[in-house]
């Protein structure tokens, strides 16, 4: 890459925006599809390594592994009182239902 940079020191108290904006304008566009490319082969080097780490490194330590293993052991309290009347309740309503239908009579049928 050739830059064809040239740069203007007749009057260094002064410094020249405009030159210097078009210097690196210059720079800019002999860079900018490279560093694109750059950037583009780091972020797939880096997604790839992200990527294998979290298929292949997934292991636990054995305190991880035995704390999973704890919090899934724990038994359940079967608590048989309140089953017991959420089930009378259940059969009461079942009977309730069952005892408020009333077939209504059929208009048509001649009785």
């Known amino acids: 890459m050739k830059f064809d940079i040239k740069f203007n020191f007749k009057n260094t108290t002064k410094i020249d925006t405009k030159h210097i904006a078009e210097v690196a304008s210059r720079v800019w566009q002999k860079m900018h599809m490279p560093l694109f490319f750059i950037v583009l082969i780091a972020a797939i080097i880096i997604g790839g390594y ?21 919090t899934k052991n724990k038994e359940v309290i079967f608590q048989e009182k309140d089953f017991q009347k959420v089930f009378d309740d259940i059969t009461l309503r079942k009977e309730k239902s069952a005892k408020a239908y009333q077939p209504v009579k059929d208009i048509f049928k001649p009785y």
Not at 59 to 70: F, M, P, T, V
């Open 50 to 70: 992200i990527w294998e780490q979290s298929i292949y490194s997934g292991g636990w330590s054995k305190e991880k592994k035995q704390e999973y293993l704890d």
